[in-house]
Structure formats: structure tokens, C-alpha cells
């Protein structure tokens, strides 16, 4: 798990390995990933979009840009969370993942909320 603050937004990861999603004869390794943001500032926000960089285990790396997260684009008062499940399949058993949301406050400015590097990892790779 990993934990970040930029200007008040908290970002949580928490990945896990779908083994009954995966198959390692194959080069097929499934892992999903909880993310939490929070807003612990004093200042409303709204989440517009989200890039991240994905890395897996040869060092091959693909980024993914898009609009808010899961369909959403989740408007944060302070004190309020935001929880999301979404996927990742790596050819690999082991990777990584780090990226950033683009914040909206609601007097126009834009900002880049941190998402802190995570691991991906099956558990016969960590042996």
C-alpha cells in the first residue's frame, strides 16, 4: 500500500494479484488495485482526469490517459473520500504503476495530485 498528499488530496493504493484471472503459462498476470482519495484539505476539488504509467517487469512501459476514474469525475469536499476498484493485466509477474490526477479547484486552478509508485507483484514472484 501506498499513500500520498498534494494540496490537501490523499491518494491510497492497495493492489492485489487475481490469480483466477491470471494464467502464468501464458505470460497473463491479472492484478487489481483499490484506490482511495481523499480530500483532507480545506478546499473543494474535483477529479478531471488521470494518466499513469505503467511498467512491467522487461522494463516495457504504457501509459494510460483518459477522463476522470471508473466513469466518474468524483467532486471532493474537504473531508469527503472517494473509493474505486480497476484492473491491470501485466505479461509480466512483477511491475509497477505510478501516475497522476488533474485536480480541479473550484476557482478554476488546475493541479496534479500524486499517485506514488506501487508495486504489482503475483506471489510466487516474490520468492
Known amino acids: 500500500m501506498t499513500e500520498t498528499t498534494t494540496r490537501g488530496i490523499r491518494v491510497q493504493t492497495r493492489p492485489v494479484y487475481v490469480p483466477e484471472r491470471s494464467d502464468p503459462a501464458r505470460g497473463s498476470y491479472f ?3 483499490e484506490i482511495t482519495i481523499a480530500n483532507v484539505g480545506d478546499e473543494s476539488a474535483t477529479l478531471v482526469s488521470r494518466r499513469w504509467v505503467i511498467t512491467d517487469g ?3 512501459v504504457h501509459e494510460v490517459e483518459g477522463e476522470g476514474v471508473v466513469g466518474h469525475t468524483p467532486h471532493l469536499e474537504p473531508g469527503q473520500a472517494f ?6 493485466p501485466l505479461s509480466t509477474p ?3 504503476m505510478e ?5 480541479l479547484r473550484d476557482d478554476g486552478e488546475t493541479f496534479e495530485a500524486t499517485i ?3 508495486t504489482l507483484a ?3 514472484a516474490l520468492n
Open 58 to 60: 522487461m522494463g516495457q
Open 122 to 124: 503475483a506471489p510466487h
Open 83 to 88: 473509493r474505486y476498484t480497476s484492473f491491470c
Open 31 to 33: 492484478f487489481a488495485y
Open 99 to 103: 501516475g497522476t490526477y488533474l485536480m
Open 94 to 96: 512483477v511491475g509497477t
Open 116 to 118: 506514488a509508485p506501487f
